[in-house]
């Protein structure tokens, strides 16, 4: 199995073997588009589970229970406070807390004592946190500012690096894809959105763009010189290098989601670590789509804003001229798809030499 593999990736990396991920673009920019629509329409219609961190309400701890059942909190808010449903959550293995919306003063009085005589614990212990929704609108107003200088910061990085603003416009564009999958899918879920959430999303844009950038490093690679040579356009050159971090990317993304997935569904679900839940979903649905827009978005959207360019466009139409007249051949694949050969020893993309021409010597 392990053979099979390094066998597989060497031949992507050799260009033997290579998959038309950047030629079959507009496929997958629709995927990326029907994903994007479902999310947003979710948004609208079921909206965002939001924590009393950015709603405001009022939250108990009651530590140290014999019983984790949620119903007695349940039967006690619901007889002190009948408007309102409990968010009943597990913290380890016998700590409860119960988060509501606003409440009043008698209320608050009034539920200490009940929670207490309801799990059979001292009043004393129980902890209480009121939360106003004017400092849950600033933790959510500062989540955005974060998030607007992150990208921001991003953006003149990866522009100053590579020294091509459009690289920086796709990776952009990639993060915010696998941002708002992601937040699409708390919708859908009906997880609560808290401040580790945030962590969370802040976490998987860090891991996309790392992705996104050893991808574009090896497109960089590739495409240094590519008006040298007149056998493959900037697209293919591209792709190649897709073709050469695939493994590397599935890779990485197997060896980052497994210790995620076993706190999600081992810890949260299993051993009931219900503060876990928040990140640990965020980190998993970002992690793997992060994988896919490094693949199939950034890249095929940057060959996509980039092939305009006169230089390119240019090279591209020479490049396809030469094919149709017989007078550079390529090997391709049983689909049709462009196979860029092997390099010889030290040699780059940029410097490979002209191809031979029929009727020249």
Known sequence: MAS??????????S??????????RKRWFAVSGILMLTAVVILLVKGLNLGIDFTG???????????????PAEEVVG???????????????????????????DQQEALTPALADAYGVDEDTISFDQIGPTWGAAVGQQALQGLLIFLLLVFAVISIYFRAWRMAAAAIIALLHDLLFTVGIYALSGFEVTPASV????????YSLYDTVVVFDKVKENTQHFDTQMRYSYAELANLAVNQT??????????ALLP???????????????????????????????????????TPLEVALRSREPKIAEHTAKVLALRESGEVEVATGEDGTVRVGALKPGEHRGQASQP???GRK
Request: charged letters at 15%.
């Open 4 to 13: 099979n593999l390094a066998t597989w990736g060497n031949k992507l990396h």
């Open 15 to 24: 260009g033997e073997k290579t998959y038309p991920i950047v030629g079959q």
């Open 57 to 71: 309400g009022a939250q108990y701890i009651v530590p140290g229970v014999n019983d984790t059942s949620s119903a």
């Open 79 to 105: 007889e002190i406070v009948p408007n309102q449903e409990p968010r009943i959550t597990v913290l380890g293995e016998d700590d409860l807390r119960i988060q509501l919306g606003e409440i009043t003063a």
């Open 199 to 206: 962590i969370g999303f802040l976490t998987i844009l860090g």
């Open 246 to 255: 695939l493994v590397r990317s599935i890779n990485t993304s197997v060896v």
């Open 260 to 298: 995620v997935t076993s706190i999600l569904f081992i810890g949260s679900f299993i051993l009931g670590a219900g503060t876990l839940k928040d990140i640990a979903l965020a980190l998993f649905v970002g992690m793997a789509v992060g994988t896919y827009s490094s693949i199939f978005v950034a």
């Open 356 to 358: 031979k021409r029929k």
